[in-house]
């Protein structure tokens, strides 16, 4: 809609892009943003304006203001991955995908937060700090909340926006920005958006170019889309994907940006309800939510069936092997020499690049590169990353069974809980927590498969609650269309913040959810 | 004593000719200024991707169709760890698991007691060729106690030529390595010259006593020409032969060979055995080519290589363009071996035959011994040669014609090498060395030559 707005000349560019930069300042404490690019914003906003004075706005994304996870290289903008091993680091070329919207005439405000590497699922472990989910400050969360007896801290008991986009999923939530892009490897694009309550999208594996992408597992990373309602993930969708001859995994075929119907009859429809996702630690909240939403697919008409994806259980311990040995190889590169941090220590190159990457990794990335170098070696090789590499391919025949037995469309939960309070959440180590968090969304990384999470509805602390699609793959079309369908039948609240109440009378608050498209 | 039986296997590495790196888009081009050749991707920029470069892959399955390998028509690519300066992404993309060609097999002479008159025909078994990237090269500087690196030749496409330990001593792995080296130069698919590291050899080497298992191998690196290899191989089988009739042992080692000293010495760099860590290469798909019976229909050509138009494109090789010429020109076949085996040469001689009246038979022993020992003798290349095919055929045809004797032909060729523009005629003329037909002549000027005799 702000897209409408904007060729209606009711806003100009460089006036959006004004107020998401100040409410980007206001909102700092969230902690989302590790760069502000204000200077190139503003240039592109202002030639993006003379387009539209022109008449010749060059798409529908023209002139909108978007965030990027800090893990895509961008020309001219620090890149830093949250980690001290980049930091400072500017890269001479950007990633394909920033490329395209840039060329769509999109105004990118600046780098997203996330855990170091992409590798946590809080986006609570990168050197720039925690991100703060903006629902931590919302009426409906602070309405719920217990207050804190004698507390100095005028703080809330704030939670984490779920990772390891955290900082793209707030960027969109607290309406610094109409549309994200994450990355994801094991549901790092879906939690956040489900702890969030933005509509987070995984497209299928070789839809999206992974140039530009600094890659954490490169056989399951995807770059991630993340929006406000399902629509706007459309059109980004529609403006990202296709093959680039830069990346070797994109399939060849050409891609058709589609337009979502509006569906009304859902008759036709097969929803599969996968029991293996009633996983143990499934809050009885998030179970009622989803039954919930089984029958508003029942009741209007819909086939629900309860699956079967009996290699479910296995895909956590698999992806432990595959992510951890990728990612030692991944690292490998981080050596001080080329690019980025380089330690002091010169008695020998060994001697340097050893502690260039003691200095330069956090722990959490220095525990997974042990992994994984220990997974590889010649006499772990076969029992650790061959077996897992066959386990992924049992998970991967799982959803061909189902999908092949007539589901559509499968229908799960994106996370175990609602949101946790950053306190709560640190007590448990990275590599637990991940372990924890990913069983919901993992498999359709390994099974290279399209998935969105929808946000649903609030939890008894205020704080929202997703669901997640799972499709058929390169079916984006359908899954996005049920996924649309489902967004208008649940009506997710707009989250209330002070900030935005104080930043925008129009543009924000006029619609329901304050798309672009 | 009992006999020591040699076992030498060599792995060689030949620089694929094309203009760009096997997976990026950077120039390929030897002696450039340090680092003026890399690309994001050379350098290990985060977040950069490998395109295989189609050239490349066409080099490999020529050169393995020329040597009569099976070509896999599913190859994979793979990636080999380790830590080294001159390789930027920690690893090396490779093919470990199923490489492109398989299985194929090298034919090569030797001349028995040196002597060019007896060649035998011997066959060493290619185990397979595989595709990966070159690393870039590190300087040490120990006096500033410092590294330097240039990353042009990071990435440049390699083929791995695996030999199996078919070899018995040096005069063979030369042999060998030299008919390799032709055969590159023909294909095109690598320049092949060693001087520029176009080429380079490791032999693996061990002695054992018939009949009983092979013994402990060393590695010999850091040979900088055939001549060397020889030299390498051989210094290394004595070594090895020495140690263990003085009751020593060998090590599973790393040496390198030492020009100067001519010895291999242990090499300090290399530790002992290393974990590669194997893993695949995710951003690469299965390499897939196809031939004529399994090439889709409607496919685009651009993305495809079909092995059998390849084939069918490969030029004369070596050994073929010999047989020819025997057959063509009634030379011999060591004759033929020498013609191939100076860059030029052949061509040279086909020439000279071409423009003139002298019968290839006899054209070939001038080419071989008077225009060949000049270029030796003065370090020249065919190429530089100051006669020219025309000059050369021009003089012969005077010969033929028996215009002049050999004794004065011999005579002009030593005038000619001086490169001044003259012809053979001119020369001859000027120096009086046409042959006298005239009866009367010859008699008068011996009758005058009696006459002084007598008076002085």
Redesign the interface.
Known sequence: QVAVALKEGRVTPTELCQRCLSLIKSTKFLNAYITVAEETALKQAEASEERYKKGQPLGVLDGIPIAVKDNFNTAGIETTCASNMLRGYISPYNATVVQKLLDQGAVLLGKTNLDEFAMGSGSTDGVFGPVRNPWSYSRQYKEKSVPKSHSEDKEPDWVITGGSSGGSAAAVSSFTCFAALGSDTGGSTRNPAAHCGVVGLKPTYGLISRHGLIPLVNSMDVPGILTRCVDDAAVVLGSLAGHDPKDSTTIQDNFKPFELPNLTDVSKLSIGIPKEYHAPGLSSEILTIWSKAADLFQNAGAKVVEVSLPHTRYSIVCYHVLCTAEVASNMARFDGLEYGHRSNMNESTESMYAATRREGFNDVVRGRILSGNYFLLKQNYEKYFIKAQKVRRLIANDFVKVFRSGVDVLLTPTTLSDAAPYMEFIKEDNRTRSAQDDILTQAANMAGLPAINVPTALSERGLPVGLQFIGRSFQEKQLLTVAKWFEKQVQFPMIQLEEVKRHDHGVFQHQKSASFS | LAPWVPVVGLEIHAQISSNSKLFSGSQVQFAAPPNSLVS?FD??????????NRRCVEAAVMTGLALNCSINKKSLFD?K?Y?Y?DL????QITQQRVPIAVNGSLSYSLCIDNKMSQMVTKTVRIKQIQLEQDSGKSLHDDTR?Q?L?D?NRAGVGLMEVVMEPDLCCGEEAAAAVRELQLILQTLGSSQAVMAEGQLRVDANVSVHHPGEPYGVRTEVKNINSIRFLAKAVDYEIQRQIEELENGGTILNETRAFDSKLGCTVPMRDKEGKQ?Y???PE????PLILYDAKSLPANMNHQ?VINIDWIHERLPDLPSVRREKLVEQYGILPEHSFTLLNEDGLAEFFENVVKQTQMKPKKVIGWILQDLLSYLKQHSLTVKESPVSPVLLADLLSLLEKKEISSTAAKQVLAELWKGDGRTPLEIVKEQKLQLLEDQNELEQICQAVIDRQENE
């Open positions: 994001f350098a290990s920029l985060p977040g950069t991707l490998p395109v295989l990636r760890h830590f300066a930027p992404a920690g690893y106690s590294t690196v990353l974990d860590r194997f893993m995710p951003n690469l798909p993305q």
